[in-house]
Structure formats: C-alpha cells, structure tokens
C-alpha cells in the first residue's frame, strides 16, 4: 500500500493562511465532490475463439512438462545443497506466507507477552507496524494491550492514509517474533489501530499490517523507527529479505486451507531453491519507498516509444501491498491501447480495460496465447546497462474466484491507471523472486520457482540491453529552495494587506460616523458593508 506525501507543517500553514485570506476577498472554494465509481462486475461469455496456436502432441507435451518439472527439481535440491553447505538455512520460512487473490500476503506474527498470534499483511509499500486493537466486523481476532506484561505506551496517536483507505490508533513499543522466521524476538514500535476506514478486507484472515519500506515515509514523522530498521538494529539478522510471492493460479498451492495463494519471505537472506537462472539488480534509487527506474516498456515487443520519465512520474516502486500494476495516465492509455490490439482476435468491453468489468471462458479453455507479453527494463547496476523482466497474461489477468463457477473461468484486468507513479504490485511480483538488499541499496529479479505459465511462455530475467545515461530517466521534483518559497509568501500576505486594507479603512470610517452621530440615518454606508 503506497501512503500519502507529507509537506513541512510551518509552511503549508503560512501558505494556508495567505490562501484564505485571498480566497476571502474573492469567490468561495467549493468542496470536491467527485468520488470513484462504483466497479461493475458483468462476467461475459466466451465470444469467437481464435484460432489455436499448434498443439504438441500428448505424449511429447507430457515429456516437455516432466523434463521440466525435473529440471526444476534438480536445481532446487543442487541450490540447497549449496546454502546449508555455507551454513544458511532458511528452511522453516519457506512457505510462511497466506493470501487470497487481490487481498494481499500475509505472514503469522506473534505480539506480546505471552504471545499473541495474527497474521499480518506484508507490504513493502508502506513502513508502519499496524494491528489491529478493537473489535471490527472484519476481524476474526485482534491485540489486546491490556493482556501484554510487555507492552508500553508512547502516549502518542498516528494517522496513516493509503492510496484506498485509512487507519488511526495509538504508539507504544512490544515484544514481537515471527514464528515461521528467524529465531529472534526484538521490542518494536506497533500501532494500535483504533479506527478505520476501507481498511481491512472482509475475509481478507490479516489483522494488521508490517510495513517494510523505509522511515522517511514512516508516520507521525521519520523519528518512528520501522520494524524491519529494528530487527536489524537489535539481532544479528543481515539487512535485507526477499519475497517469493506464489500466484493463484499456481497449481502446487496446496495445504493452504482457506488461503488461495502462498509464498515466502525470508527474512536475513536468499534461497536459492526459490528461484531459477540468475538474479539481476536495480538500483534504489532513494530510500524512502523502495524507488527503482524504469527506461523502456515493451508490449508483444514493441516498444512504447515514449519518453522514458514518463513511466517513472513522479516515482516508480515495488510494492507488494498493491495488488496490480499501476501506470501514470499517459503510460496506461498507450500499453492499453498496445494489448487491445495485440488481443484484437476478441472483443472486449471498455470496461474490462478499466477494472470495471469481468471476462469469463468455460473452464479449462483461457485463451492466454491471444495476449501480449508484457516487459519492463529496469536499469541495472551499471548505470549504463539495463535489463527486461517479462510478464505473461498469466499474472496481469487475475483470477477472481468469488464470481467463477466450477463451469467457467473469471478475470479481472490487472493494470490501473495511477495518479502517483508506477507501481509495480502483486500480480507482477508474482512472477519472480524479489530480493530487497537493503544494505546494497538494491533490488534484485529472478525467475521464481512458482510463477504460472503454459507451454509457449514463460517469465524471463534477461540482459544486459546498454543505453547512454540511464539515470536521466528517473523523475526528479522540482525543488523550490526555502528563501524562495519565503519570498513567494511574504508577497502573497502583502498582496493580501492591499486587499484588506480599503475595508478596515470603511469599517473605521462607519464607526467614527456613527460616533459623531449616533442617531442618524447610515443606511446607504452600512450597505456598503453588506
């Protein structure tokens, strides 16, 4: 979940104040009174099909998916083999991740003393340690401050507005652990959330939220020191983790109860058994959100052609508390325009492409083939190299169950526009293993293990592709140095005095008149005032 920005308090306040006041000697503002649209679900039935690509036969089809299944096998046991001969085991959190599709990943957490079990949601967008501390139709179980001999009051409150939705509740420090983690418990800063709206998700099995990001975004202020700034402060556990994030249609999702989706995050390291070929880095560009530069985006191979600042107005994240990936305005109107041509053998609904509305096909019969492949390149390390991550229809069409019958197969389409930068979310996580190396300032792609695909695609970590300063495509804020900002200020409260003048000099002149004459008639000078 990506939070809101914050400005300097004395100066949105002085420019508040000279606002109003000009405001005052002219029109009224009125409120805002656009909302968001309702989202309309209208599944729809299966049109014209397409024509197929070739089929391999049964038997060779058979032989290509154990070969693979095979392969994969073997470099998942030669990998481990290779991190408990190094001394690194990170067997027991594998697997430690639950989920719904578009409802997040979540991780069991234990809170207090003695211990309180919730599961809380995993989001690399957002850096507070939330759970939830009243009673909520939404929530099967919350923490109670009262019943933990470890907790701490901070005596302070904390407001955290996302993209959708918000959350309120008071500060105060407690024990915590991961069970499913490393073998460590630490005091953290935890928020107690008291009052929230649009937050928790009915169904959604978390409870609160662990926001992995940096503090600069932290709230009340970058003074609360995050929970993963924390763990690594008072543990031994190296700074960085990484996420393997499995999809819902990952067939090997089993044992998961009533999640759809599972995964794992290791916290302190990599596990090689969790992903395939080679990890490339990008930079993080600045440590706040995790922030990385795009430079091109292709579509079936096509490239878009736009600036490259474009795709990163004004900031490109990996954030896996956002279910989908989000593009700026402009970025979305041309990949949209780019896949509904790709996929032109079937017709679909403007509203498909808007989030708006559903597709649906007979089971089994998904035409993946007709959909374009998706590609990112991220710049790499050497500023003058970049790479490509490639994503299937497979991720960005989710799922959703909760409409599909056991005859027929539902999706929603997995890009939205966005009004804050890129965002590049769960469905596109879905596909690698991510490795967020905090202490390298970096963020590492690799194919993982567990991402869907079908016999003609599979996701990809390719490079290196070399281009001529790079880094030029990362979008830099304007910045307006303070001594301007003063002056600008100070202008506008004396535009303002100008303003205000003439009607303290009527005011004072209708009170002296009526001084000098307390009975007479001073209808046509109070109309003035009127």
């Keep these: 979940m990506e939070a809101s920005s914050v400005q300097p308090r004395w100066l949105t ?23 968001l649209p309702l989202a309309i679900r209208v599944p729809l039935r299966q049109g014209a099909r397409a024509e197929q690509p070739p089929q391999l036969p049964p038997a060779a089809s058979a032989a290509a998916s154990n070969r693979e299944r095979g392969n994969a096998a073997k470099h998942a ?109 630490l005091r953290a800063n935890i928020a107690a959330i008291t009052q929230s709206d649009r937050f928790f998700i009915n169904g959604s099995n978390w409870e609160g939220i662990l926001g992995l990001a940096y503090a600069d975004i932290a709230r009340p202020d970058e003074t609360l020191e995050p929970f993963f700034d924390s763990l690594v402060r008072q543990t031994p556990v190296p700074n960085l983790f990484s996420l393997q994030l499995c999809g819902a249609g990952f067939t090997q999702n089993y044992s998961l109860g009533s999640a759809t989706v599972g995964g794992s995050m290791i916290i302190g390291g990599v596990d090689p058994s969790l992903y395939v070929g080679e990890l490339w880095y990008t930079p993080i560009r600045r440590e706040w959100y995790y922030e990385v530069i795009i430079v091109r985006i292709e579509v079936n191979g096509q490239d878009l052609n736009m600036d490259c600042k474009e795709y990163n107005y004004d900031k490109s994240i990996v954030d896996s508390g956002t279910t989908n990936l989000r593009l700026p305005r402009k970025v979305f109107q041309a990949a949209v325009k780019a ?139 304007p910045q307006t140095d303070e001594s301007t900002l003063m002056t600008i200020a100070y202008i506008m409260a004396g535009i303002c005095a100008l303003f205000m003048l003439p009607l303290c000099l009527m005011v004072c002149q209708w009170r002296f008149a009526r001084c000098l004459h307390p009975h007479g008639d001073f209808a046509d000078d109070i109309s003035l005032l009127k």
């Design 13 to 35: 306040a002085l420019f508040i104040w000279t606002s109003l006041c000009l405001i005052s000697c002219g029109h009224s503002a009125s409120p805002d009174a656009s909302g």
């Design 339 to 477: 896949i509904e041509a790709a996929s032109s053998t079937e017709q679909f609904p403007s509203g498909f492409w808007l989030g708006e509305q559903l597709v649906c096909w007979q089971a089994g019969t998904t035409p993946w083939h007709i959909f374009p492949v998706i590609s990112l390149y991220l710049m790499s390390e050497n500023h003058n190299q970049s790479f490509r991550i490639s994503i299937l229809p497979q991720q960005y069409l989710r799922p959703v169950e909760d409409v599909a019958s056991a005859q027929e197969d539902c999706y929603k389409f997995a890009v939205s526009q966005s009004s804050t930068g890129t965002v590049m979310g769960a469905v596109i996580m879905e596909g690698f293993y991510v490795v967020f190396d905090r202490e390298k300032k970096r963020i590492g792609f690799a194919v993982s293990t567990c991402h869907v695909h079908d016999e003609f695609r599979t996701a990809s970590v390719e490079g290196p592709f070399y281009g001529v300063d790079l880094e030029d495509c990362g979008y830099n804020i």
């Design 77 to 185: 046991a030669r990998r481990r083999r290779g991190a408990a001969a190094s001394g690194v085991s990170f067997v027991d959190m594998i697997d430690n991740l639950r989920g719904k599709s578009g409802q997040g990943y979540y991780v069991e957490m234990a809170v207090g003393s003695p211990p309180q079990k919730l599961n809380i949601l995993v989001d690399t967008g957002s850096s507070n340690f939330a759970v939830g501390a009243a009673a909520h139709p939404f929530l099967r179980r919350y923490y109670h401050r009262s019943l933990s001999s470890s907790y701490r009051d901070q005596g302070r409150s904390v407001y955290v507005p996302y993209t959708q939705g918000r959350w309120e509740g008071e500060l105060g420090t407690d024990l915590v652990s991961v069970p499913h983690g490393p073998n460590a418990t």
